[in-house]
């Protein structure tokens, strides 16, 4: 894929790109948006030849401290656990996502996913104490409660061994 056939291809959608700009292969241009409600969305079209296209959109300007700082670690979480997706539900929950897709999906596979998610909610527990309960501060009797779910981790403890340590 080259350059100038993406240029043409924005113009015969109605977009005027802006100039492209190239750095190590990379083609980028700026393009400016409109949907039937949000009107000039600032968007950025990426063409990377090892990799395909990347709509880049500025959603929204620059956040507070507070959702700044919630944004950044699940981002840094969806580094840190790749086989996990982090994100923030419609309602602004932030939600802890692992896909299995149809092809390998059985009984097997649906038990690690469980415990996957699991161990991942125990590795970052400190982290999000504070979006659990006001200041941070686990509750009474919240650590002598059975752990229900105590079979699942044992079952599958051996293949998420860098969640539980091992």
């Not at 700026?30 to 990426?46: F, K, P, Q």
Request: glycine share 10%.
């Amino acid at each position: 894929m080259d350059p100038a056939t993406v240029e043409r291809w924005l113009r015969d959608l109605g977009l005027e790109p802006g100039a492209g700009l190239e750095r190590e292969g990379i083609v980028a241009w700026d393009v400016a948006l409109d949907g039937r409600r949000r009107r000039d969305l600032r968007a950025t079209l990426i063409l990377d030849p090892a990799i395909g296209a990347i709509v880049w959109a500025h959603l929204a300007p620059p956040l507070g401290d507070g959702l700044r700082k919630a944004y950044r670690t699940l981002l840094r979480w969806n580094d840190e656990f790749p086989l996990a997706k982090f994100s923030v539900a419609d309602d602004g929950r932030p939600i802890l996502a692992v896909e299995v897709p149809n092809r390998w999906l059985d009984a097997d596979e649906l038990g690690l996913a469980l415990a996957r998610v699991t161990l991942i909610a125990d590795a970052i527990f400190d982290e999000t104490r504070g979006w659990l309960w006001i200041g941070g501060r686990v509750p009474d009797g919240y650590d002598a409660r059975p752990i229900r779910t105590a079979p699942l981790l044992d079952r599958f403890a051996a293949e998420l061994g860098e969640l539980v340590g091992g």
